[in-house]
């Protein structure tokens, strides 16, 4: 009791003593809390809608569509408990301020369904005595930007226009988020339906099916094939909107998991640093205490409470604040307890690790204070021998011998630069990464600027059109079709564009372009999905007709997680290809997307339907503030490190200081000095954690590529530029603080004796 | 009355690299309650080293202490840390306060280590203070102190805990003459009120205020002379004049 109270006595003094550098210390650990709470939450499935949106909305399991209603007992599947539908859906595109975005209209009746049932968000449902109402699903209600009330102008497959109005916005967990799954869904009534698109022969029959074991799902729409044959469009299961659902969510989590776990270790490394500087720099208080009746125990206990109590306040902090915001953004249902726990539990252990070694060895300090605790001294290191050999000046040189006297310390400051250095350097590889999407999007496979629907037009027209603008540097017709994988029981995307014999200029990153007939590139996650590898042939069917093509390439794919297998539109059937869907148009260089929209839509009248490519980076674009915010903890992690390191030098001074001065140093000398020891250490660190960080940055983002499904061969390194003005300014910073107490102890008045 | 601290052969001898470096060769010493001991001899005679024997500060090699009748030369470390609390008060000749705390607080900080309810300590730590005419100081950081201010709360400090013996390692060695008078001066009047002292001191002047005069050479005691009372008071007289 007596040795608590006075253990909190000079626990309180010391902490009063140095708060900003306890202050840096909290806010580090809880900056890397934080980020490894909202990197578990992101990748645990809680976070993805999918679960809830499904339990809520008593989701089906496997979803089909077909060209007319299924005429066989789908319901009498083994493992099917319950059906949604079937229901008429079709095709239609929705006119909003001037953009055109596709859409399925699909018909439901006015009481909700017991399977499958949309959730109304807002509004309400569809109601018999109003039959121009509409309910649209959520994120394309936001992807619109329209509210209730609002009115909602479709036109059909004829041409025809027609004004619904918005009653009501409901979640569904059927399709994934618009825009990423195209097209959006919006609900009407059978009637209306009717008036809309009464050609039966235009629109599809969605069936959803319920299973009593999700896991079957692969099963049951193997038999689904086997039963429709060619009457099936195509298929696709919870799994694929589950996945469609996390794209982002699984990015950003991996890129925080990424950053904070080896910020953690970073962090551990600059509290050791910190509380080992700290207790180097008491060992005489610490003598004294013992002299006075402080155990070896309670001293290495009092050691590990004051900087363990930093530490586990920064968790704390962390904690709150990674819970917080995850709470705000995403629900606090969202936030599992378990992964939170984990990494509460974890870090504090390992903050506890870390200023435990420090901690016991400041216990063993022996009892007499009055042994000199100075640095080990009288050798010059090599290098200061070599610096002396090249003539530099004499403060330079007494600099570069302190650099390296304590080893330990030399190397945990070093270390504890280069670990957050390199976190930037691939942070701003990141950044590299992205502004290379935005710079070269045909790299991306973006080479088309803009694409073309003949809506209302021939498509002859719209090709002859769309050619004569005179930024229009090539013009490739295509058809984007649905493919089922009959091994897989799912549908994959097709893109057929261009021809075989002049085709359309895919990144093909590994293997070869196709060159012919019956040859194909494919992204990652297809070439993952159908387990084939470059070379390998691949039999599909494209509503009932086979496609076989060998693969011969592999492409940067950043659409539907790299599931998307390209060929000329002459390996496609005539049926399937002709007329083409659109026309992509690949603009000449320095032609604005938005200037040739606009003389395109003016030229048709309005006929065309032009739309510009998203770039995959202005979808990512969230990734930069993740960045930035790291960049600022890890900068922080390095300032704690730093100021470790120039208290130490500045306390193996305290003693020089006077000789120093006696010896003729001016106090600008003096300052020097001090600020080489620290300063050598600093460029050191940086080189090394930038040199490092350029060195694994492309490959972890391609690893990232490769398990997204993108594929690798997207990963840049930061520019020269950017790298040199990183390191100048890290340099420079460091320097700048290590110079504040230099400065001040080279202009206090040292008396000879100090110790 | 047993003795307050006694030695029996006492032995110290610190191992450097290979060679062995005997500093106290057998020391039978014994200090009776309310002795004020000097401890005098050339530089590396082992005067430091026996006095952080006789506080635990270092581990002897052979030999015996006792402390108030009780043996603790065969204590570990923990237990000497434990006894020290209690029973012993350190002054050092370069202050040795708290750099971080005020000298309130370093006077306060024994005590409240020695059991001292926070309200006991505050008492005593204020009455050595003003004993010590340092009242309006116990706010100031030590670093903000002179010298002989310095030592005179780390004086205030060694005397906190009441202890039953108060050790002192050349405790004027570091000041000037003015503060040298002050401090022995301190030391005087504890000793007056009943304070076990032992002190180790370069300086005959400062030796000559003590009851007793040890004398250390190469480790071994040398001369052992009690210091005539009349002397002392003169001396003290003397030191009072200056
Ligand atoms: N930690 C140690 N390791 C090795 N030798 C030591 C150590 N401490 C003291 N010595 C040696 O023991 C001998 C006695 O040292 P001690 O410090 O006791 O002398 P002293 O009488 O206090 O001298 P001074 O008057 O200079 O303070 C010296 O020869 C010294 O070199
Ligand atoms: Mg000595």
Redesign the pocket.
Known sequence: MSTALAGSRWIKADLRARKGQALLTVLAVAGIVAALITAATLLEDGTNPWRSLSAQTDGAHVWLYTKDSPQVALGGIDGVTQTAGPYRSAPVTVAQDGKKEPAALRAMPATPPAVAHPLVAEGRWLDPSRPDGVVVERSFADSLGIGIGAPFTIIALSGERHTLYVRGIAHTAEQGFYPEWTPGLAYVLPVMLDRIEPMLGRSEWVTGLRLADPEASQVVSQRVVVMLEDRLQRVYTWREVRSAMELDNRLLGTLLGLFGVVGLVAAALALANAAGGRVLGQLRDLATLKSMGFTRGQIALLLLVEHGALGLLGVAIGALAGWGVMAAVLGASSVAPIPVLAIIVGTALVVLAAVGVPALRGGRTPPIPD?PTGPPRGHLSRLARLALLVRLPPALVLGTRDAFTRRVPAFLTAFGLAVPMMMITIGLGVWATLDNFLAHPEQVGQHAALYVKPDKLEPVVAERLAGQDRDVAEVYPGTDVNALAPGEARSVRVRAIGSSTRPYPFPVVEGRMYARQGEAVAGQGLLDLLGVKIGDRVRLTVGGTPLIVRVVGRTVEPEQDGEVLSVGLDSLAAKDSVPPEYYALALKPGADPAEVRGRLLAGSGEGLDVQAAVNPADRLSIIRIVIVALIAVLALIGLANLLTASALGLRDHAFDLAVLKAMGLTPRQVMATLVTGTGLLVVLGVGVGAAAGVSVVTGLIDLQGHTSGVGAGIGRAPSPLTLTVAVLVAVGAALAVALIPARRAARAQVPVATR | MSAVVKTVNLV?I???GALP????RGVDLQVEPGEFVAVM??????????I?MLGGLDARTSGEIWLDGQRVDTLSESAWALLRRKKIGFVFQFFNLVANMTVGDNVELPALLAGASPKVARERRESLLAALNLTDRAGAAPAQLSGGEQQRVALARALANEPSLLLA??PTGNLDSRNTRDVLRLLSDVHKQGQTIVM?T?DARVASLADRLVS?FD?EIVDDGRIARRRTRTAGEVIDLR
Do not use: C, R
């Not at chain 2, 470096?21 to 106290?24: E, F, I, K, L, R």
């Open positions: 042994v | 110290k610190y191992q450097d470096v005997p500093a106290v001899g050339p530089s590396g005679s082992g005067k430091s080293t026996l952080h390692d050349e180790v370069h250390l480790g």
